[in-house]
């Protein structure tokens, strides 16, 4: 029995991770979680799953529960999810945004392994965060699809024979817009995903396919590649969900429908694949298509720039991340257009060096220029 610790249990990933637990109730039991601002969510999770932790930064919504559930052990800091202490703990970090990188390195720092979807983790302090899990003896399994899949395909014996790993992207909502339509998407527009059902910063982040960037930042730092070792390529079926190909050319895809409940599940019992009861099979009997096209790295100019932000690290990374995370929920919000996303992160990525460049690099450093970064721009 794994006892699962969930962070952002109300989210996209969350739920998807509480369909796995409701249909294997003799293989995982939810023992701690948290959540932001969905109170109804959260009531609903606790009368199902009895969990012995809930957490979350709003205090007004902790005064509501402890009345209502008066036995839960309930806490304002969601690092005690991360760090809780029970038998066989299994972390799964489904936060979004830059709120997901303490918790990771605070489970990291009780020794557990992490579970990852926060993709920000990784791009936000990927060096510090890896050599961490290294010194600690633990691992980082990704749950993100693209990283799963490789993460799939890599064994001990395979690893050093990488020639590249090729990251697939589905294109996002506005794949056949020209740069200069770009204005006019709606918010609604861009949340249009083809393939994915997902948050909704993730899903502007395919739209812009920052996503696609933020995904060759992870790759870089989990499978310890170099950067002209990491491809992308558009695949709009999101079917085959990342590829490896080996020194003598012989390339090797995982596929399956998009649903992230198989990556999470396979996260969950790494190294098996173990029955899924959740998830449809890949359907052979009806034909279908696959298309793989080239990436137009002029058309998505940030898969040209994230070369230079993994080149420079430090803080570029940190720059690159917050500006998006603000910018996206400017975007959200109505206060920006569509278009202004990209070509802002690059305006700020390219100050990192004149405004942060003296900094020295840790964990505070970081997060004092995601705040900066974040708070500068209106
Ligand atoms: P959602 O927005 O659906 O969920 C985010 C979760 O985090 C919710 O539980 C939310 O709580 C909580 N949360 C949000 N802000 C804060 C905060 N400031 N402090 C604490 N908790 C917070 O996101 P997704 O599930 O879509 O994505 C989660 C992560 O996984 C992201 O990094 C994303 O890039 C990555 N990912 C997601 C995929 C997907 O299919 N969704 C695929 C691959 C990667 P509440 O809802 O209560 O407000
Ligand atoms: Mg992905």
Request: glycine share 4%; net charge neutral.
């Amino acid at each position: 029995m794994k006892n699962i610790c969930l962070l952002g249990a109300t989210g996209s990933i969350g739920k998807s991770t509480l369909d796995i637990i409701r249909a294997n109730p003799q293989k995982y039991c939810l023992k701690a979680f948290s959540f932001y601002n969905n109170i109804e969510e959260a009531k609903k999770i606790i009368k199902e799953f009895s969990p012995l932790l809930v957490s979350t930064p709003k205090k007004e919504h902790l005064e509501v529960l402890k009345n209502e559930f008066p036995n839960i052990i309930f806490s304002l800091d969601i690092n005690d999810v991360a760090r809780f202490k029970v038998s066989s703990p299994c972390v799964i970090n489904a936060l979004v945004g830059s709120a997901g990188l303490v918790p990771t390195i605070e489970a990291i720092k009780a020794g557990r392994d992490v579970l990852l979807a926060n993709k920000e983790t990784l791009v936000m302090a990927g060096e510090l965060v890896m050599r961490l899990a290294k010194d600690k003896g633990v691992n980082i399994i990704p749950i993100d699809s693209e990283h799963s899949a490789i993460f799939q395909i890599l064994n001990d014996n395979n690893r050093k024979e990488v020639k590249r790993v090729i990251i697939t992207a589905s294109g996002g909502a506005l794949y056949h817009k020209t740069l200069d339509e770009l204005k006019d998407v709606t918010v609604e527009d861009a949340l249009k995903h083809p393939t994915w059902q997902m948050g909704a910063k993730i899903t502007i982040d395919s739209a812009t396919m920052v996503n696609k960037a933020f995904e060759v930042i992870e790759a870089y730092h989990l499978f310890n590649l170099k950067l002209d070792q990491i491809s992308t390529i558009i695949h709009p079926e999101s079917i085959v969900h990342s590829m490896v190909e080996f020194n003598d050319h012989s390339i090797f895809a995982q596929m399956g429908v998009s649903d992230m409940r198989i990556p999470i599940q396979y996260a969950l019992n790494y190294p098996h694949h173990i029955d899924n009861q959740v998830s449809q099979e890949l359907d052979f009997t009806k034909p279908f298509e696959l298309h793989f096209k080239p990436m137009d790295k002029t058309r998505f100019k940030i898969l040209a720039l994230v070369g230079k932000v993994i080149s420079l690290g430090k803080f570029y990374p940190v720059v690159f991340n917050a500006s998006n995370e603000k910018l996206v929920s400017l975007f959200l919000e109505g206060k920006i257009t569509f278009d202004k996303i990209v070509t802002r992160i690059e305006e700020e990525i390219n100050k990192t060096e004149e405004l942060y460049g003296h900094l020295t690099y840790n964990l505070e450093n970081i997060l004092k220029v995601d705040e900066l970064v974040k708070t500068s721009i209106i």
